[in-house]
């Protein structure tokens, strides 16, 4: 079992940055295959960005490529998601995943114009 919390949300100006993250226990996420997703208001949750277990390679939604960075510190069992140039519609409730398995409860972005 893996138990995920994650932080770092806020209210942010249009532009502004964040630095979610995203703390796990119970097991090492070493060979977790990590994932931020999101869910705006009256949408469906949708994925942002992924950081492989095996090479730390990276993919993001095109909506986010550029301004979001995702990262992992294993020794520190920590999964972090650099937020740069937010948008309004960067507004929702984001979510740390372990391989789809194991979900954190989320922390809430709302980015203001």
């Known amino acids: 079992q893996v138990q995920l919390v994650e932080s770092g949300g806020g209210l942010v100006q249009a532009g502004g940055s964040l630095r979610l993250s995203c703390a796990a226990s119970?097991?090492?996420?070493?060979?977790?295959?990590m994932k931020w997703f999101r869910r705006a208001p009256g949408k469906e949750r949708e994925f942002v960005a992924y950081?492989?277990?095996?090479?730390?390679?990276?993919g993001y939604t095109d909506s986010v490529k550029g301004r979001f960075t995702i990262s992992r510190d294993n020794a520190k069992n920590m999964v972090y998601l650099d937020m740069n140039s937010l948008k309004v519609d960067d507004t929702a409730v984001y979510y740390c995943?372990?391989?789809?398995?194991?979900w954190g409860p989320g922390t809430h972005v709302t980015v203001s114009s």
């Open positions: 119970g097991r090492s996420i070493s060979m977790y295959t």
């Open positions: 950081i492989n277990w095996r090479d730390d390679s990276t």
């Open positions: 995943a372990a391989d789809n398995n194991y």
